[in-house]
């Protein structure tokens, strides 16, 4: 009955893989999932697209592989080859593989570069020795190509079609790499314990392995901080749809930085700061509220 409601098999496949994809997101994600929801149809399905595939990649090199019985070798092995496999479907617009598939259609039609998606990978290849001792150069080269890129893969998919200035598009890039990169560290501050704990990681320069003192923690919320401003300076700019969207995520994550701005930093080290669903409730209805519009037509 499918395919009778679709033009192709093609248009079947990747119907099915748009499915996977969602289904993702939805498994192992609250605040993004949740600020998707906002999207037009087929934004969200390639939002999701990009989420699913980074999440792949996490699984890799974040302990399921592992838990797997894959050893070092074998985790970057696969690692390598979902990065072959992924750049040869954005090439030629089919996988195997349903989540790679999804987003090399994603990737196509947006216009995502190559680059975007080796910065991503070189990154997500960094956690499979141990991360600890970073240097300020290492640290921001790490937080690009694991969360700036994934920003400006969005920011692809939300221009897509559309027709802006260069001066909009390049503020636009700005505010999405930003954003992405605010998600990040604050990921990275809620999960203090259990990166150190679990995986042996200590992402901050400036702190020894599995330590945070409340002057660093000061320092790093000022960072996330000066993010979630430039994020914010771009919001008009966006396109309706996107805007909502990407306002509920910031307004999620700017309240979960407040929220860590309160946590002394020894709690860091054995809990996990979340937002509760009163809260979440009160920044969705915020976030639904007429927006400034900017330039994008």
């Known amino acids: 009955m499918r395919r009778t409601a679709l033009s192709s ?18 498994e192992y994600s609250t605040s993004f999932g949740l600020a998707t929801s906002l999207l037009p149809a087929a934004t969200r399905s390639s939002i999701r697209s990009i989420y699913a595939l980074v999440r792949v990649a996490d699984e890799i090199v974040d302990g399921t592989a592992e838990e797997a019985g894959l050893d070092g070798e074998s985790r970057k092995q696969v690692l390598d080859a979902l990065e072959e496999e992924t750049l040869t479907a954005l090439q030629h617009g089919f996988s195997a ?4 598939h999804c987003f090399a259609v994603t990737g196509r039609a947006a216009g995502i570069e190559e680059a975007l998606i080796n910065a991503f990978f070189r990154s997500m290849r960094r956690d499979l020795t141990p991360v600890v ?20 893969m969005c920011l692809r998919v ?16 700005i505010g ?36 945070l003192g409340e002057h660093r923690k000061t320092e790093i919320i000022a960072d996330i901080d000066a993010d979630l401003t430039a994020a914010r300076r771009a919001l008009p700019l966006l396109p309706p749809g996107p805007r909502r969207a990407t306002a509920l995520a910031t307004g999620l994550f700017g309240e979960l930085n407040e929220r ?34 900017g330039a994008v037509r």
């Open 9 to 26: 098999h093609l248009e079947l496949y990747s119907h099915t893989a748009q499915a996977a994809s969602s289904r993702v997101i939805r």
């Open 97 to 100: 593989n349903l989540i790679v």
């Open 133 to 152: 001792s970073l240097s300020e150069e290492q640290y921001r080269t790490y937080v690009h190509g694991s969360a700036e890129t994934v920003g400006l």
């Open 158 to 173: 939300f221009l897509q079609g559309l027709q802006v200035s260069q001066e909009e598009r390049e503020r636009m890039e």
């Open 176 to 211: 999405a790499a930003h954003l992405g990169a605010a998600f990040q560290k604050i990921n990275f501050l809620r999960d203090f314990a259990e990166d150190f704990q679990q995986l042996g990681r200590t992402y901050f320069p400036g702190t020894c392995p599995g330590v």
């Open 260 to 293: 860590l701005r309160r946590t002394p930093a020894a709690d860091l080290h054995r809990i996990r700061v979340s937002v509760p669903k009163r809260v979440k409730a009160r920044i969705i209805a915020a976030a639904l509220l007429p927006m400034p519009s």
